[in-house]
């Protein structure tokens, strides 16, 4: 087994001390392009790798990123997962998530733990957490927050509109001639849920169809939830022709209940989800859809938190819902 190269090494192949090495690789040295050229090309053929651990504690940071979610399991923030990974990838900063369950008292809890864990930075995934309690965290630690603006943090909050989202999947039902649509909601004390039903109400007036609230029932973005949901509409309603579901999950649950009473999808009933899951375009039928871009918001949350740490002021990305049409949905055939 060959033997570890340390920085002395590098600096006697390179021909300079080792405080300047090691001041290139924290990036405050000011040295000629020929001289940094030679450091790094002795980095490279040595095969030297840096204590980062080291590095880290010099600057006064561990390199830790927490990240607040509401559900380790949750498909949707797992996407967003992904890009938070990717975006932190080759920067020698690790994510640390802790789950929220959507309780403002165990997000708290969330925060003081990676808190003490030392974390430079906090990326914060939705959540009942008050404004003005992240607005004070903001002093002293760079926060993002995805999936909801917080007023005053608003050039570090990562936001689409749920409620536009919403209306794109029901003017793409309305368009397609159908009247009697059925709405299974989220959890009424998620904001996002909220917006998604605002956007179902204002797209039936929009197209002059008075909201009838024996088509509303409410769901907990869970696929089981979705399915008893669609198992009481079904036992009470006959007329309805489509169902816009607050999430995939639910549009899951939904499909089942569908199955279990024969019900064609889309030929007798449609229906349309919203986040777009990798898994949707892969139900039977395949799912229409509202797609969230969460892997997009992981990765921008990233570079926004890279930007708070090198006392910049982010720009946050412009991102907006789309609509997916696949095989759930079909013009109505019957009145």
Do not use: C
Request: net charge neutral; hydrophobic share 40%; proline share 5%.
């Amino acid at each position: 087994m060959s033997q570890a190269r340390t920085l002395n090494d590098v600096a006697k192949h390179a021909n300079v001390s080792p405080s300047t090495v090691s001041r290139i690789l924290n990036g405050t040295a000011s040295v000629s392009p020929d001289k940094r050229k030679s450091v790094e090309e002795a980095i490279s053929l040595l095969g030297y790798r840096p204590n980062l651990m080291a590095q880290a504690l010099a600057k006064g940071r561990s390199m830790t990123i927490g990240v607040v979610t509401q559900a380790i399991s949750s498909p949707f923030y797992g996407e967003t997962f992904v890009g938070i990974e990717q975006g932190l990838a080759s920067s020698g900063y690790h994510p640390m998530f802790i789950s929220g369950h959507w309780r403002a008292e165990e997000e708290r809890e969330a925060v003081d733990i990676l808190t003490s864990r030392r974390a430079d930075a906090l990326i914060i995934l939705g959540g009942n957490l008050e404004d003005d309690y992240l607005l004070k965290m903001a002093e002293s630690l760079p926060i993002v927050t995805v999936g909801r603006t917080v007023q005053g943090l608003e050039h570090q909050s990562i936001n689409i509109s749920q409620e536009d989202g919403a209306m794109l999947g029901m003017r793409h039902l309305l368009d397609l001639g159908h009247r009697r649509i059925a709405h299974i909601s989220g959890p009424p004390s998620h904001r996002d849920a909220i917006e998604r039903f605002t956007g179902y109400k204002n797209a039936l007036a929009e197209y002059g169809i008075a909201y009838d609230p024996e088509l509303v029932l409410e769901g907990n973005y869970q696929e089981r939830a979705g399915l008893l949901a669609t198992e009481q509409l079904l036992s009470r309603r006959t007329d309805v022709t489509a169902i816009f579901a607050a999430n995939d999950q639910t549009a899951m649950g939904a499909r089942l209940a569908m199955f279990r009473r024969g019900i064609r999808v889309p030929d007798d009933m449609s229906l349309i989800g919203f986040d777009d899951l990798f898994a949707s375009g892969y139900t039977t039928p395949p799912l229409t859809t509202v797609r969230q871009p969460g892997e997009d918001m992981g990765l921008a949350a990233a570079n926004m938190v890279f930007a708070l740490l090198e006392g910049h002021r982010p720009k946050p990305p412009r991102l907006s819902a789309s609509l997916i049409v696949r095989e759930s949905t079909s013009r109505l055939r019957f009145a």
